[in-house]
């Protein structure tokens, strides 16, 4: 699994590449995190090149949100292959979570706060 993170004006974009399972999902955590717990308020995941992602991937996703709900922030999700829509859509998630084709149109469900 590979994690870059950027910023593009008040929004953290993170793009996830790879597999996310048991034994990465601490490697996401740490990189997803702590961000929330320092200010960051609009959090975009890229999942444009992630291939597979397990339970232990999505939980960190739930804690995000958790978190960001609690600081009165968001994150979005976008350009997600059909393996991984259907991973969120069988684990209920996809109700849980914006998700949205094209990093531009995640970033503009973003700005509209």
Avoid: W
């Amino acid at each position: 699994m590979q994690i870059s993170k950027q910023k593009e004006g008040n929004v953290l974009v993170v793009k996830v590449a790879g597999r996310v399972d048991a034994a990465t999902s601490k490697a996401l955590e740490t990189e997803m995190l702590p961000p929330i717990d320092n200010g960051e308020h609009k959090i975009l995941v890229d999942c444009s090149n992630l291939e597979y992602i397990s339970s232990a991937g999505l939980r960190i996703f739930l804690m995000a949100a958790k978190k960001l709900k609690m600081a009165r922030g968001k994150i979005v999700l976008c350009s997600m292959l059909p393996p991984i829509k259907t991973m969120f859509e069988i684990a209920g998630f996809s109700a849980a979570f914006p998700i949205f084709n094209t990093m531009e149109e995640g970033e503009k469900e973003l700005r509209k706060k």
